[in-house]
């Protein structure tokens, strides 16, 4: 769903968005610019155009995160944790569905350990869990995963952080300029108030909206629960008369 | 889950970002983290000069290939060993060539990451793009928009990377308007004339004493 540079975005609300420079979050200290970021007055075909991967080709279980570590073991291959389905609809700011759009997760397994090199916590690995997922939006803006909840696992921030149980998400959306990377916390989580991350965001309102809610009309019965994460991105808007003399 | 109450504009609040975290190999690097590469994966070669030589994709990975090599620097002149690099740029004739598909020789989007032996360094295999037009009609210098993500950065940083050998189209670059004077050449990459393609350097500081533009738009 690639625009072309006729194409405006809603400008972005940077005080809605976490504070880059966030010092509870240590990490943050010396990662933040101090100098303004530059607003571009005119945005360009650079920032008004972006991948389309409505033609990128997925594997089967791209988005099956129960499977797609071992696809093709479901008979004695199937991860430890909570069986999970996670949904939602990527819509815009004016609530239309941004179709066509690739949609990646990874995350931890129900221990809260993540399958890469530099993760040395003890919980142990899953020998049937990957924790790497990617769907493509349909017509309506729809996306879905399977695969199980992630454990809270502790970092180094405070002497006793831990992070509350997420999955990481990436959207790419029209054009660059939607481009977001966020986390998806889970509905009733104690730890979510507790962390540094998370309060990055000033706005407990914007907490509100990165919390997937538990959605038991999207369960299957004796199977799997579901939990339900809408996404936002930037609203577009078609740029009329521009520059006509 | 409901969507949020529209803000004072009547529109919904866009998805707040968070930080992309230490792991974020797994999801959009995966040989970076050492998982197996699914059989389409975005990476760091955004031309493929093998495909152009053999004639495939009609042409669209023609232009100069290039290497493009970069380092990220934090605030206290560490690196930064844990970014994750996405590119956009146009192909050689500055036109963004919007459809991705990986069988492509030109796809106009990747990604890069150091791996663990790489001292921080990341690189990108592409050509160099050609100009776009500003909509004022005046032609961009060749740019390629870079985007950062990592632990620490809590809404990734846009920038764009500019080529020193195109001295006068930079000085005449429309977007250099709006970047103070002292603060441009933090944009310009420096071409290396050692190995068998042209080689870039760029060097990207998060914060402090020459600290790189970073844009909103």
Redesign the interface.
């Given at each position: 769903m690639?625009q072309n540079?006729r194409t405006a975005f809603?400008m972005?609300?940077?005080s809605?968005?976490?504070?880059?420079y966030?010092p509870a979050?240590?990490?943050?200290?010396?990662?933040?610019?101090?100098?303004a970021?530059?607003?571009?007055?005119?945005?360009?075909?650079?920032?008004l155009?972006?991948?389309?991967?409505?033609?990128?080709?997925?594997?089967l279980y791209?988005n099956d995160l129960l499977l797609n570590f071992r696809p093709g073991t479901e008979q004695d291959g199937l991860p430890i944790g909570e069986r999970l389905i996670v949904y939602?609809r990527v819509?815009d700011?004016?609530?239309k569905p941004v179709a066509g759009t690739l949609v990646?997760?990874?995350q931890?397994n129900a221990g809260g350990r993540?399958?890469?090199?530099?993760?040395a916590y003890r919980a142990p690995l899953d020998p049937n869990f990957?924790?790497?997922g990617r769907t493509i939006t349909d017509a309506d803006g729809w996306y879905r995963f399977r695969t199980i909840k992630p454990g809270p696992y502790p970092w180094p921030n405070d002497v006793n952080s831990w992070r509350p149980a997420h999955i990481?998400v990436?959207?790419m959306g029209p054009s660059?300029?939607t481009?977001?990377?966020?986390?998806l916390y889970f509905e009733g989580d104690p730890l979510i108030p507790l962390c540094p991350?998370?309060h990055?965001?000033d706005d407990p309102?914007?907490v509100?909206?990165?919390?997937?809610?538990l959605?038991m009309a999207a369960a299957r019965p004796m199977d799997c629960l579901a939990?339900?994460?809408?996404?936002?991105?930037?609203?577009a808007l078609q740029t009329y008369f521009?520059?006509q003399s | 889950?409901?969507?949020?109450?529209r803000?004072s504009q009547g529109?919904?609040?866009?998805?707040?970002?968070?930080?992309?975290?230490?792991?974020?190999?797994?999801?959009?690097a995966?040989d970076v983290?050492?998982?197996t590469p699914?059989?389409?994966e975005i990476g760091s070669n955004i031309a493929s000069a093998e495909a152009e030589a053999e004639g495939e994709g009609e042409g669209e990975g023609e232009g100069e290939p290039i290497e493009i090599v970069g380092t990220v620097i934090?605030?206290?002149g560490?690196t930064?060993d844990?970014i994750l690099v996405?590119a956009?740029q146009?192909d050689a004739h500055g036109v963004?060539q919007?459809?991705?598909?990986?069988d492509r020789a030109f796809?106009?989007?990747g990604r890069t990451a150091p791996g663990?032996n790489d001292a921080g360094v990341w690189s990108l295999h592409t050509i160099k793009p050609g100009r776009?037009?500003?909509?004022?009609?005046q032609p961009?210098a060749p740019?390629i928009?870079l985007?950062l993500?990592?632990?620490?950065?809590?809404?990734?940083?846009?920038t764009?990377l500019y080529f020193d050998d195109e001295h006068e189209a930079n000085m005449a670059c429309p977007?250099f308007d709006?970047?103070?004077p002292s603060?441009r050449d933090t944009l310009i990459a420096h071409r290396e004339q050692d190995g068998a393609k042209p080689r870039y350097r760029f060097v990207i500081r998060?914060?402090?004493p020459r600290?790189?533009?970073?844009?909103?738009?």
């Open positions: 690639a540079d809603v972005r609300d940077r809605w968005h976490p504070r880059p966030a979050y240590k990490t943050s200290v010396a990662r933040s610019p101090q100098q970021l530059v607003s571009l007055q005119t945005p360009t075909a650079s920032e155009t972006g991948p389309d991967f409505d033609h990128f080709a997925l594997g791209d939602g819509v700011q004016y609530n990646e997760i990874w931890a993540y399958r890469h090199k530099k993760d990957g924790g790497v990481h990436s959207v660059i300029s481009r977001l990377v966020t986390q991350i998370v990055t965001l309102d914007a509100d909206t990165l919390t997937a809610r959605d939990y339900r994460f809408d996404i936002v991105t930037r609203g521009e520059n | 889950m409901p969507l949020p109450t803000n529109l919904y609040p866009e998805t707040p970002s968070q930080t992309a975290g230490p792991f974020v190999h797994i999801g959009l995966l983290a050492g998982l699914r059989e389409q934090d605030g206290n560490d930064v844990d996405e956009w146009a963004y919007t459809d991705y598909r990986a796809r106009g989007f663990a776009v037009a500003h909509p004022n009609g961009m740019h928009n985007m993500f990592a632990r620490g950065i809590n809404i990734h940083l846009h764009r977007l709006a970047v103070p603060r998060l914060q402090g600290e790189t533009v970073f844009f909103d738009f």
